[in-house]
């Protein structure tokens, strides 16, 4: 099974503007694609996960945390599954790849925060596919001062 991995985008900027990217991503398999915007700061939408499904996650604005853990037995997964947790932000340009077999789950860090996703299910395979958990289920949403 394969891990969550970051693919980093980059930013360039010049007189005319900025222009975000992230050119080591391909749309290959990729079936439909959608938006989250969550009403406030600190709202977490979790845990959601796929035996089948990989998904692709980035931040067109804003930022949010984002985590994912894989499911050991999906009845009654493991409260200590390793939680991979990510800081995406519009503000450094990349897309965590989420394999199938795992749940996922993101809190805003910020008021403007808007994720896409890129799914590699159609949304009727989607819902033959979709395993829910309480949002709290794993708890990686503690933002520690520093």
């Not at 439909?32 to 709202?43: D, E, L, P, S």
Request: hydrophobic fraction near 40%; glycine fraction near 6%.
């Amino acid at each position: 099974m394969f891990e969550p991995r970051l693919i980093e985008g980059e930013l360039a900027v010049d007189d005319r503007g900025s222009l975000s990217f992230v050119n080591d991503f391909s749309f290959d398999g990729v079936r439909r694609f959608y938006v989250v915007h969550n009403h406030r700061t600190g709202f977490v939408r979790a845990w959601h996960g796929h035996r089948r499904e990989a998904k692709y996650v980035g931040a067109l604005t804003g930022s949010a945390i984002v985590a994912a853990v894989e499911i050991d037995d999906w009845a009654n997964p493991s409260k200590e599954l390793r939680i991979h947790r990510y800081i995406l932000s519009a503000e450094k340009p990349g897309l965590l790849q989420i394999p199938p077999g795992f749940a996922n789950g993101f809190m805003t860090l910020t008021a403007d925060a808007k994720l896409v996703f890129f799914s590699t299910a159609s949304l009727v395979e989607s819902q033959h596919d979709d395993v829910r958990f309480d949002a709290y289920y794993w708890n990686p949403w503690q933002v520690t001062e520093r």
